[in-house]
Structure formats: structure tokens, C-alpha cells
């Protein structure tokens, strides 16, 4: 089975960049979207189709995707984007969605 | 108002059954495929299973196929999920999700509309 890998935990400063990568095998040819999931809350698509933005969606958020890796950047952190982020795809070979393990993001 | 309200998860004994609803409103409910994901306990969102708008086609992971099946309800704009020979390892937060996009095909597949989520507990 296809499986999406992403670092467990990243940690910024306010104002800084954030980056969350995530990770499967030619991952580049598939299209990966983004999660954004508070606790008590219902999850939050923050990009879709490996780099557009859902209407209300800060510019600050953005997305790209190329080779085996897919990353998630987050310009001029807030401390309301602190979070669990997951990257998504759909695997082909297995007809199956697939998540990743899912990044903490902490706002320092 | 869009929305998604989820509803009938309880606590029920291993081996049990249970059978989610999902109340969709303020969109065409059937040009849309719809989607169940869970959480359980400290963990990651787990994909569940998936049935398009209006054919029903349908994906289960494998971790519930042939134990769960998902299903849909144009007329009352209602997703199911019924739930039988349910284990400890299915306890979690059950979401039901909408597709971004209206009739596209799997691979395409993003949520833009996700339910507040029901809490199913499997204990004895």
C-alpha cells in the first residue's frame, strides 16, 4: 500500500516560515492536498490540487509538489495556525485514499 | 447554511453494530461523493470508506472491508455508514467528508466539507 510520510512535529517562531513535508514514492505525479485539523474541531482544507488555495484560505498558505516529496509552506506564522496538518492523496494501484501520519505544528 | 451533521455513535460491545447517519444540507447532495474518515484516540485522520454521487460506486480501506459498509440516501440527502463485527481497534471520532468538486473521479478526490464528527466507542 501507498504510504505518505511526514515529520512528526515542526516548531516556528511567530512571524516565521513554516514548512511541512511530506513524503511517498513519486509522489510528483500524483495531486496532494492539505489539512488543517484543530482539536474539537472538524479538519480544514487548506490546499488541494498540490498548490490552490479553497476560497478563504490565507495567501499565506501555499503548496508544491515534485518528485517524492510534497511540501506545505506557511508564511508569517500566527499562533492560529498552530495545529495538526495531514497531507492526502489517492492511490491508483489500490483504489484507496491515504493519509499521512499527520505534523504538529507549534507556534513558539 | 452548508453543513454536515453526523449522528449515532454511541458505546457498543465488541462484535456489536452500530449504523452511522450523516445529514447533508445546504448543497446537491448527489452530484457529490461523499466520505467517512475517522481518528482514533491520539492518533492520525484514518480514511474509512468512499461512494460517489450518483452511481454508488464504492472504496473501503482495508482495515474495514467486509465489516462496514457504506451507503447513501439522495432523496433524504443522508450518508450511512453501518457498522457490524466491530472490534476495540474501531474506536475513534467517525467524520463524514464531502468531495471539493462535484462528479469527479477518485483520484481527484479532496474534502472541502467535513461533519463535526461522532465519537463511536467499542468496549466492553
Known amino acids: 500500500s501507498y504510504v505518505l510520510t511526514q515529520p512528526p512535529s515542526v516548531s516556528v517562531a511567530p512571524g516565521q516560515t513554516a514548512r511541512i513535508t511530506c513524503g511517498g514514492n513519486n509522489i510528483g505525479v500524483k495531486r496532494v492536498h492539505w489539512y488543517q485539523h484543530k482539536p474539537g474541531q472538524a479538519p480544514v482544507l487548506v490546499v488541494h490540487?498540490?498548490?490552490d488555495r479553497p476560497s478563504g484560505i490565507p495567501e499565506r498558505f501555499s503548496g508544491s509538489n515534485s518528485g517524492n516529496t510534497a511540501t506545505l509552506t506557511i508564511t508569517r506564522v500566527e499562533a492560529g495556525d498552530e495545529a495538526d496538518y495531514y497531507c492526502?492523496?489517492?492511490?491508483?494501484?489500490?483504489?484507496?485514499?491515504?493519509f499521512g501520519g499527520g505534523t504538529k505544528l507549534t507556534v513558539l | 447554511e452548508v453543513q454536515l451533521l453526523e449522528s449515532g455513535g454511541g458505546l457498543v460491545q465488541p462484535g456489536g453494530s452500530l449504523r452511522l447517519s450523516c445529514a447533508a444540507s445546504?448543497?446537491?447532495?448527489?452530484?457529490?461523493?461523499m466520505s467517512w474518515v475517522r481518528q482514533a484516540p491520539g492518533k492520525g485522520l484514518e480514511w474509512v470508506a468512499s461512494?460517489?454521487?450518483?452511481?454508488?460506486?464504492?472504496n473501503y480501506a482495508d482495515s474495514v472491508k467486509g465489516r462496514f459498509t457504506i451507503s447513501r440516501d439522495n432523496s433524504k440527502n443522508t450518508l450511512y455508514l453501518q457498522m457490524n463485527s466491530l472490534r476495540a481497534e474501531d474506536t475513534a471520532v467517525y467524520y463524514c467528508?464531502?468531495?471539493?468538486?462535484?462528479?469527479?473521479?477518485?483520484?481527484?478526490?479532496?474534502?472541502?466539507?467535513w461533519g463535526q464528527g461522532t465519537m463511536v466507542t467499542v468496549s466492553s
Open positions: 467528508a464531502k468531495d471539493h468538486f462535484p462528479n469527479v473521479a477518485p483520484r481527484y478526490v479532496s474534502f472541502n466539507l
Open positions: 490540487d498540490d498548490s
Open positions: 445546504g448543497f446537491t447532495f448527489s452530484s457529490y461523493a
Open positions: 461512494i460517489s454521487g450518483s452511481y454508488y460506486g464504492t
Open positions: 492526502q492523496v489517492w492511490d491508483i494501484s489500490s483504489d484507496h485514499l491515504v
